[in-house]
């Protein structure tokens, strides 16, 4: 397979940090904010022709009124220790930050992008968080919503921890972004925003569920990973999309859409960084996929394993 180049976002709003909103978070994280991320994410990647992966925690597609008309089905969830901000604040109706239907509705206008799950309200789903009822649960009830029955889709697991891989095929899932283990932590993923030489992935094997190539986290400019200057995050990320063009890897960058609200200038460093990697595709250097479009592919090519190369060719997803 050619080099490929695939965006995910984790798309969460509160759901992503229930077990530790601060005074910060509360100020920042409204349904004005949250949106206008999404609008200036669309409208770059739109300018540019490229694809990406948006993957909701699926309570965040609700409005609150179709929580609420829900709650029988969802009322483990309100009782669970996870959920214990997420149910005081329902009780108080304050709900900014943690419905946001909104957000799924403009990305699939939008067109082109895959709608993708991160757990139904975004617990952790490891052996050491969840039990396997439990993850069943959260795959259910994402699977129940509009955005994803009876489809196959792909999953970002929540805080990238994956566990009962073997669940995953039952519920349509093709795909998961795999876990890209930083070396020496957090230290050491800090240090490695200033390595402007990065190499890209090897492709996937095939799978019941693809293991898609965890790519890398785009610098969040925000604490001390402000300090890395903008210019370096963009050389950094250059040298992943030509590594992958003249290897023929994968290069995934992933995100957060509130991301673009709390960090310093992400927005114009991203922006960059999509130029470079829109022209590399333009020329045919790079293929932009989706998660789902990559899980398919590396599906296909192992069903064709054994016929001539022509016949999945034609079906290349160029930008
Ligand atoms: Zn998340």
């Known amino acids: 397979m050619s080099g490929v180049f695939i965006i995910s976002f984790d798309c969460e709003g509160k759901w992503g940090v229930a077990d530790h909103i601060d005074a910060r978070i509360e100020e920042s994280f409204t349904t004005t904010n949250l949106l206008q991320n999404y609008r200036d994410l669309l409208a770059l990647l739109g300018e540019h022709g490229l694809r990406a992966t948006?993957?909701?925690?699926?309570?965040y597609t609700l409005s609150a009124e179709a929580f609420l008309d829900r709650r029988v089905e969802y009322e483990?969830?309100?009782s669970?220790?996870?959920c214990r901000v997420f149910a005081a604040a329902l009780q108080r109706g304050q709900i900014e930050g943690w419905f946001n239907p909104e957000a799924a509705r403009l990305v699939a206008r939008a067109g082109g992008h895959e709608i993708a799950g991160h757990g139904f309200s975004h617990r952790p789903l490891t052996p050491a968080d969840a039990t396997r009822d439990d993850v069943r649960w959260e795959l259910d009830a994402l699977r129940r919503l509009d955005l994803f029955d009876n489809q196959s889709w792909t999953l970002i697991y929540p805080r990238n921890q994956i566990g009962y891989v073997d669940e995953l095929g039952d519920h349509g899932i093709v795909g998961y972004r795999e876990r890209r283990q930083p070396a020496f932590g957090r230290?050491?993923?800090?240090?490695?925003?200033?390595?402007?030489?990065?190499?890209?992935?090897?492709?996937?094997s095939d799978a019941a569920a693809i293991p898609i190539p965890a790519g890398f986290f785009l610098n969040w400019r925000s604490g001390g990973r402000r300090m890395v200057p903008a210019a370096v995050t963009v050389r950094r990320w250059t040298s992943l999309l030509r590594d992958a063009a003249k290897h023929d890897r994968v290069v995934h960058l992933w995100s957060h859409p509130h991301n673009f609200l709390?960090?310093?200038?992400m927005l114009p460093m991203f922006r960059e960084i999509v130029r470079v990697a829109a022209a590399m595709c333009t020329r045919g250097a790079l293929v932009n996929m989706t998660q789902i479009d990559y899980?398919?592919?590396v599906?296909?090519?192992?069903?064709?394993?054994v016929t001539p190369v022509s016949r999945w060719r034609a079906g290349d997803h160029d930008c």
Not at 299 to 305: N, P, T, V, Y
Request: charged share 15%.
């Open 187 to 204: 230290a050491g993923a800090l240090l490695s925003e200033l390595n402007v030489v990065a190499a890209a992935e090897p492709h996937a």
């Open 80 to 82: 669970s220790s996870w």
């Open 299 to 305: 599906k296909s090519l192992d069903a064709i394993a």
């Open 76 to 78: 483990p969830l309100l």
């Open 54 to 59: 948006f993957a909701f925690v699926g309570a």
């Open 262 to 265: 709390t960090g310093d200038g």
């Open 295 to 297: 899980a398919k592919r």
